[in-house]
């Protein structure tokens, strides 16, 4: 997931930690890990993280660990373990003195109450079969507090599972922790922010886009993005290798968790140093030059009605991630008809996404074949995306060196591909748009 700027967080504690010290307060609530159960109180200063598989105790230890080395610059250097009482304390000064993470192993059959000083009292036990770990958050000013070291719990779940694969639950390490209920909770703190607004595009307008006059000019780039919202251009020179390729697997370890009914496909954010890594600096630059070449052909695609916001200028409105996404697709692995920045009312946005850059890897793919087509349809912005006419799609071909450019707001989808002999792999780019119409952060992960 990609979550607010730590560094931020950083370096503001010296205001916080004043803040803090008059009005910090303490509050316990308990969400259930199952449906049936029940919390009394809106305030969600505790979530229920992990039903445990195998060793309890060891799958807690793990939790507990690597949230501590993922986060030791918010964490005093000793934190308290009592392993008599499955309980684990985590102090926090960054927050106050007195704020602190506790995680609880509470096994089956046990029962807690509610012991937050606000609550009225009522329905505050609530029984829970099946054993779990509380997360429990103490002392802080309020649920956008909580909201934030929840995200730094959810930010080391890959590394979590990972480490229980080695010890407790080697079978099946992603059923070892259930962060459904973290998920939402961190969720819904990341929706209620705004969207980053990305990074000065100018840093990549000498790159590697302006290649791209070689193959098709610039009028007809604009003349197809705007009558009917996407363009495809092949660029031999950008082609992925098989050496390439190879350095690209060590990167492609984990799944999303948008859940297997919405998309199977396996991801990676890169950065440039990554990209270096993996011998594909020239295919990187590429991407995140889009934005400065829409930058200089003054591209929009409507009437701009609201004003940017920095570092995007109104002489240069697009701005680019640090970060290009690599996915890969198996046999029988899709991704659902989505849109990257659905239209709300009053054709609000849903986040800064402007265009989406798909650059494809793949040699010799053939679609009656193989399957695994983009599916877009390009029925305009103005379309209700979430309801389009079946019939007027249009299928991109994945072939390896295509460049796909085309407004984030339309619907797509990857068909399931359909050949065991190959996977499907691409390097996406979102290129943003910020300004200030007061669109939410819709988060991606």
């Known amino acids: 997931m990609r979550l607010t700027n730590s560094k931020s967080i ?17 509050s316990s609530v308990q969400l259930p890990l199952f449906p049936h159960t029940r919390s009394s109180t809106p305030q969600e200063s505790a979530v229920a993280v992990a039903p445990a598989v195998g060793s309890s105790h060891a799958v807690a230890n ?8 993922s986060n030791a610059q918010f964490l005093k250097e000793d934190c308290v373990i009592a392993d008599e009482a499955n309980e684990w304390i985590c102090p926090m000064p960054i927050f106050g003195d007195d704020a602190r993470v506790r995680f609880e192993l509470i096994s089956s059959g046990h029962s807690n109450g509610n012991s937050n000083g606000n609550s009225n009292g009522s329905d ?50 992603s059923a070892a922790i259930d962060f459904q209920q973290l998920r939402a909770v961190v969720a819904g703190y990341c929706n209620a922010k705004p969207p980053h607004p990305g990074y000065d595009a100018s840093r990549w307008q000498h790159s590697e886009i302006h290649n791209i006059a070689n193959y098709v000019d610039a009028s007809t780039i604009l003349q197809q993005l705007k009558s009917q919202g996407f363009i495809t ?60 070449y829409l930058n200089d052909l003054q591209f929009a695609w409507v009437q701009p009605q609201h004003n940017p916001i920095p570092p995007a200028t109104p002489a240069a409105p697009h701005t680019v991630p640090n970060e290009i996404q690599i996915a890969e697709y198996g046999y029988e692995e899709f991704y659902k008809p989505h849109s990257d920045n659905s239209l709300q009312a ?30 877009i349809w390009p029925q305009g912005r103005d379309h209700p995306v979430r309801s389009p006419d079946p019939a007027r799609y249009v299928d991109v071909e994945p072939r390896n060196g295509r460049l796909l450019l085309f407004d984030s707001c339309l619907l797509h989808s990857v068909e399931p591909v359909t050949t065991r002999e190959q996977t499907r792999r691409a390097l996406t780019v979102w290129i943003n748009r910020p300004d200030d119409s007061g669109v939410k952060g819709e988060t991606y992960y």
């Open 124 to 173: 505050d036990d609530t029984r829970r079969d099946g054993t779990f770990i509380r997360f429990h958050v103490e002392d802080v000013l309020d649920q956008q507090d909580f909201g934030w070291i929840c995200s730094k719990l959810y930010d080391c779940t890959a590394s979590i599972n990972g480490v229980t694969a080695g010890t407790a639950v080697q079978s099946n390490p």
């Open 233 to 292: 251009i092949d660029l031999p020179k950008y082609r992925i290798t098989p050496q390439q390729h190879e350095q690209l697997s060590a990167f492609l370890q984990h799944k999303t968790n948008q859940g297997a009914s919405v998309r199977t496909d396996t991801v990676h954010f890169l950065n440039y140093e990554q990209s270096q890594q993996a011998g594909i600096a020239d295919q990187f630059e590429l991407l995140l030059s889009i934005a400065s």
């Open 10 to 26: 950083a370096a503001a504690a010296a205001w916080l930690v004043l803040v803090r010290q008059s009005h910090a307060y303490s």
């Open 62 to 69: 793990d939790l507990v660990r690597t949230f501590v080395q």
């Open 346 to 375: 009053q054709d609000l946005r849903s986040n800064f996404r402007a265009v989406t850059g798909i650059l494809y890897c793949n040699d010799d793919w053939d679609l009656p074949t193989m399957g695994g087509a983009l599916r």
